[in-house]
């Protein structure tokens, strides 16, 4: 009974080394962004790479966040595209595995009122958690989102995301 109990935990616990995914939810302005910006929507595709015997990854992500400017302030919206590099640390597990990501890379903010766009350097953190089934995983993910700029205010938010890996 423990050997039966023990091998359907180990196919449960199977990762494809290589992984593809999808992944939408809303897009919580912080800080300054949230003066100007509602509450938005993201949407988000992954690749990820995960070694074998191993709790860390690797994850690409690209990534659209867009934020609707408050009435108040004419309308209009500003939109976040980012390409980020990320490690995670997934803690193993069974059933479902929680993992911690973090990462850095390219975003390019723009407005839709004629301001233009800029290409910065940003990171992110944050964590989610892993419920593999068959043939997919799904995951729910948090992460907080920071773009640099060294003459203004930084742009901060966190995506909520729920998402798919083939």
Known sequence: ???????????????????????????????????????????????????????????????????????????????ITSVTGNLVYKIPAATISPYAIGGAGWYNVGFSDGGGSENKFGWNLGGGILLPLSGFQTFIEARYNQVQFSNAPSLKFIPITFGIMF
């Open 1 to 79: 009974m423990a050997l039966v109990s023990f091998e359907a935990r180990a196919q449960m616990s199977v990762v494809k080394p290589v992984q593809f995914g999808i992944a939408a939810g809303a897009a919580i302005p912080m800080s300054d962004l949230s003066d100007i910006a509602n509450t938005g929507f993201n949407g988000t595709v992954t690749v990820g790479f995960t070694p074998a015997m191993i709790p860390l990854g690797v994850r690409i992500d690209g990534a659209y966040n867009h934020f609707g400017i408050k009435d108040a302030l004419g309308g209009g919206n500003v939109h």
